[in-house]
């Protein structure tokens, strides 16, 4: 029930009703929110302001619109622990969850001087690149952007790199994959990110950055991720005092 006479705006009230609902679950990830009109009439309020609250729940993360079809409750933001070095197919997979992977480009290109760096390629030495597109439940994740010093890519190169798990089809030809050195940092969705990710270029983005390396400290591939700020967060457990 909405309050007129509250000092809290009406909007404000349908806004904290709606994500009521969605957090208890009646309303669940995918199903489409009542129209415009039958907000309206269920709760007597204005378009105007059905539509100021459907908007804030939308730049929260908790709706997404569809274009001619409607409004959608979002997929829950899915929450990663940071200890584990795991390939960001597979920490997915692990979940349980409903991955699908889309290959935008793969093939040797001429790195960057960042990316030269942390593989510790030789100068105009080719690094294999592979971007892919991660969806989730039916809904794009994050773009990720590997690199791979040359005779790693000969590897990968004839991979269907949709389905395969990179780090696990490398340790399968014996590459003991020890340990990763990853970067978060808050970003926005630039013009490529928002095409793939059905973002809004601009919003908020998690850039996630990470070198990885096998036993002996020789790196054997660098990362930059992309995910949606809206759909993606990591949690880490901290101890005051650290066990002996």
């Known amino acids: 029930m909405l309050y007129p006479g509250s000092a809290k ?10 994500k009521q609902k969605i957090a208890s679950g009646e309303l ?11 907000l309206m009439d269920i709760y007597g309020v204005s378009r105007v302001t059905v539509r100021q609250a459907i908007g804030e729940l939308v730049r929260e993360g908790l709706l997404y619109r569809h274009h001619g079809k409607g409004t959608f409750v979002a997929p829950k933001r899915i929450e990663r622990p940071l200890a584990r070095l795991l390939g960001v197919a597979e920490e997915l997979a692990l979940e349980g969850l409903e ?26 030495e080719p690094a294999f690149c592979v971007t892919r597109l991660i969806n989730v439940a039916g809904q794009p994740l994050l773009l990720d952007h590997s690199y791979f010093p040359q005779s790693i890519g000969q590897l990968l190169q ?4 949709s389905k395969d798990l990179i780090y696990t089809h490398l340790e399968l030809y014996g590459y003991k994959i020890s340990n990763g050195r990853q970067r ?16 809004r270029q601009g919003y908020p983005v998690l850039v996630v950055k990470r070198t990885t390396y096998v036993e002996g ?14 759909r993606y967060e990591y949690t880490v457990i901290l101890q005051r005092h650290p066990h002996s």
């Open 9 to 18: 705006p009406l909007y404000e009230q349908l806004k904290a009703i709606l």
């Open 28 to 38: 669940k990830p995918g199903e489409a929110l009542p129209g415009e009109r039958q």
């Open 99 to 124: 991955v699908a992977i889309k290959v935008i480009k793969r093939g040797m290109e001429e790195p960057t001087s960042e990316i030269r760096h942390e593989l510790r390629l030789a100068e105009k």
């Open 158 to 161: 004839n991979l269907d790199l």
């Open 184 to 199: 978060i940092s808050a970003g926005r969705a630039s013009r490529e990110d928002a095409l793939h990710l059905q973002y």
């Open 217 to 230: 400290g020789l790196p054997i591939g660098f990362s930059h991720a992309v995910y949606r700020g809206d």
